[in-house]
């Protein structure tokens, strides 16, 4: 009784959406073995490329997948084995990219007694368990596929957005840790009205120009007046890659998620492998390790390979 299953990477709050839009990348993440275990333990298989948690009780991915089978009311447990694309850490949501790659192969093992708004909660567990927060901005588009929007936390209410066809994304992952507790934790606590009034004119006119496939309306609706302010001083460079970014043609340019890594949005390939190469160029040329990708938007979620 196994499963294979690709998990996507995805970038969390796109700039203006803090803790409420994502999207999901395409072809970029992670496989994932699960098995059913004789003795009915959970494991985590030790991985050859990176040094990840293996007490069940400290790996995201072990984490959603019990309470998914405590909710399920099933006492069996599994063996997880992962392939990454991607080093942990990074921003583009790595371990989202476990926890929901283990609660969707084991509802898939169990005769899927689940639908997908559902697995988003048990996904959830795992992201409250690393970050202390149960957050679902990576989790959502990594099972949902494309855009993502958590109108609501209490109840969940997760809306899917659509993908315009040229967009593309450039990433770049300098090698510095951010971990997401303390990205988080440096963040204020309140936010003067007038900062709000444009964040939340900025998110609605993102979501309209994702339905428009308007993207100038993308473009100029992605700045974050909250969050980037204060967690760019966090990431080697930042201004420097946004603004040469936008020199080579980006419609826009923020953190991914919780940083290090930086996205910027374009409108055709051509253009992004263009800020793609000056990412790495600019990190390459002061000697700071830095991977970079460009994918399109994932329109497909989580799935069975
Ligand atoms: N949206 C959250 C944050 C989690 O920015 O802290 C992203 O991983």
């Known amino acids: 009784n196994s499963i294979k299953v690709f998990s996507p990477s995805t970038v969390a709050n796109v700039g203006c959406g803090y803790d409420v839009l994502g999207f999901a990348l ?11 275990t004789a003795d009915g333990k959970m494991e985590i298989e030790e991985n050859e490329k990176f040094d990840l948690p293996l007490k069940p009780e400290k790996n995201v991915a072990t984490v959603a997948a019990k309470a998914l089978l405590e909710a399920a009311g099933v006492e069996k447990g599994y063996r997880f084995s992962f392939d990454k694309h991607i080093h942990p850490g990074s921003g583009m949501g790595t371990s989202a990219s476990s926890s929901a ?13 689940f639908d997908t708004k559902q697995l ?15 957050h679902a901005d990576n989790v959502a588009p990594n099972l949902l596929g494309g855009f993502t929007l958590v109108r609501a936390y209490g109840p969940l209410d997760v809306l899917q957005l659509p993908t315009p066809e040229d967009l593309y994304v450039a990433i770049v992952h300098p090698q510095v840790v951010v971990k997401t507790t303390d990205a988080k934790r440096m963040l204020k606590q309140t936010v003067k009205l007038e900062k709000a009034v ?30 980037e302010p204060i967690r760019k001083l966090l990431i080697p460079l930042y201004d420097d890659v946004k603004a040469q970014a936008m020199t080579d043609g980006a419609i826009g340019c923020s953190i991914a998620g919780s940083g290090p890594s930086i996205f910027a949005f374009a409108k055709g ?8 190469a000056s990412m790495q160029s600019i990190y390459d040329e002061v000697g700071i390790l830095a991977y970079t990708y ?6 497909e979620g989580v799935r069975v390979i």
Do not use: C
Request: charged share 30%.
């Open 26 to 36: 395409d072809g970029i993440g992670e496989e994932m073995i699960v098995t059913e």
């Open 101 to 113: 790659g283990a609660v969707f192969a084991v509802n898939e093992l169990i005769g899927r007694p």
């Open 120 to 134: 988003v909660e048990f996904a959830m567990e795992g992201e409250k368990m690393l970050s202390g927060k149960a």
């Open 198 to 227: 444009s964040q939340w004119g900025n998110v609605g006119g993102l979501v309209s120009g994702l339905y428009e496939s308007d993207y100038d309306l993308i473009g100029r609706s992605m700045e974050d007046h909250i969050v």
């Open 269 to 276: 390939k051509e253009t992004a492998e263009k800020i793609k």
């Open 294 to 299: 460009l994918s399109k938007i994932g329109t």
